[in-house]
């Protein structure tokens, strides 16, 4: 992702977008804030974030990690409060449906007195279905029900454990994204109170690693679609259920026979869930750039009958594959 600068305006961002949520409405209603309305003073892939309280955000993200990334991110379920809040369900995300989220990085500063800077970071998790020209209520983790957004906050040791809500609105989302949002909670008697609010322009989408297969286990099949990562410089793991282990100390790219252990030519394949199987099969495997993908095929027999077959792609390399 290309460097984009932080922007910092208390007074500036409170006016701006203390205007633009009050057009947004409430709940998941219609709002007039388009991705041009929130954006305006920002250029593309720029956002603006003000947090005040105990904690506040004091300028840009100093340190070398990624700062900004809008991805797909699973939707987390959640126990219902006796409050009545809370009550998710689990939506695993895809990088073409979602759901997806995004991560801002600052630095922060407890206390007028501490000269010393801490990384801080706020996540917006958007809810299943999200769409362009609605606003959504913003909750925390644990009280957010299904179908809200939520936001997570961390920093100096701290997390967002307090209660509070907010909206957030979406001007555009897509292969980019565009919100404003506020969220406000705690007590600042009790030195707890956060009042943090933000928007971001036209971020672009980053695809995450993903496998699309299919299993046939003893004449019943299933359909998958699961996140996929290097989990070391030679071992590529879908989800928690298969791993792709390449002969010597690096993954290279290439033809290969799959068998249960890798060795010259063959790529060691292991399903999780199904131990002692006899494996046989082929992967084809592709890199561009810092990309890998590959198409793979795949039977095993033993105390179960499995045919497999699929593909992967967006999968980012790592520093041992440049």
């Known amino acids: 992702m290309t460097a984009r600068r932080l922007t910092i305006m208390g007074a500036i961002v409170a006016a701006v977008l203390g205007l633009l949520v009050a057009c947004g409405g409430d709940g998941n209603s219609g709002t007039s804030a388009s991705g041009i309305d929130i954006g305006q003073g920002l250029a593309p892939g720029e956002f603006?974030?003000?947090?005040?309280?105990?904690?506040?955000?004091?300028?840009p993200y100093t340190g070398d990690r990624e700062f900004l990334l809008f991805t797909p991110s699973t939707y987390e379920e959640s126990q219902v409060r006796r409050d009545g809040t809370g009550g998710r369900e689990r939506v695993v995300a895809t990088n073409d449906d979602g759901p997806y989220s995004l991560l801002m990085r600052m630095d922060l500063q407890r206390g007028d007195e501490e000269p010393d800077r801490e990384t801080g970071n706020v996540v917006i998790q958007l809810p299943p279905g999200a769409r362009a020209?609605?606003?959504?209520?913003?909750?925390?983790l644990a009280r957010a029900r299904h179908g809200e957004a939520f936001l997570r906050f961390g920093g100096y040791g701290q997390r967002l454990n307090i209660n509070g809500s907010g909206t957030v609105t979406i001007g555009e989302i897509g292969e980019q994204l565009s919100l404003q949002f506020e969220f406000s909670g705690g007590d600042e008697a009790e030195g707890n109170y956060r009042h943090i609010r933000g928007r971001a322009f036209q971020i672009p989408l980053t695809r995450r690693g993903e496998a699309s297969y299919q299993l046939v286990?003893?004449?019943?099949?299933?359909?998958?679609?699961?996140?996929?990562?290097?989990?070391?410089?030679?071992?590529?793991?879908?989800?928690?259920?298969?791993?792709?282990?390449?002969?010597?100390?690096?993954?290279?790219?290439?033809?290969?026979?799959?068998?249960?252990?890798?060795?010259?030519?063959?790529?060691?394949?292991?399903?999780?869930?199904?131990?002692?199987?006899?494996?046989?099969?082929s992967i084809d495997v592709l890199q561009d750039g810092e990309i890998w993908s590959a198409t793979f095929e795949f039977e095993g027999e033993g105390d179960v009958s499995i045919r497999g077959q699929g593909s992967f792609d967006h999968l980012q390399g790592r520093e041992a594959h440049r």
Do not use: C, K, M
């Not at 603006?48 to 300028?59: C, F, H, K, L, Q």
């Not at 996140?227 to 793991?237: G, K, L, M, V, Y």
């Open 217 to 281: 286990i003893n004449g019943q099949r299933e359909d998958r679609v699961e996140h996929t990562r290097f989990r070391n410089d030679r071992n590529i793991r879908v989800a928690q259920e298969l791993s792709f282990t390449f002969p010597g100390d690096v993954a290279q790219p290439g033809s290969y026979q799959l068998a249960n252990r890798p060795s010259s030519g063959v790529v060691g394949l292991s399903l999780e869930n199904f131990r002692g199987l006899d494996i046989s099969g």
């Open 48 to 59: 603006e974030i003000d947090i005040v309280g105990r904690v506040r955000s004091i300028g």
């Open 133 to 140: 020209g609605q606003t959504y209520p913003l909750e925390t």
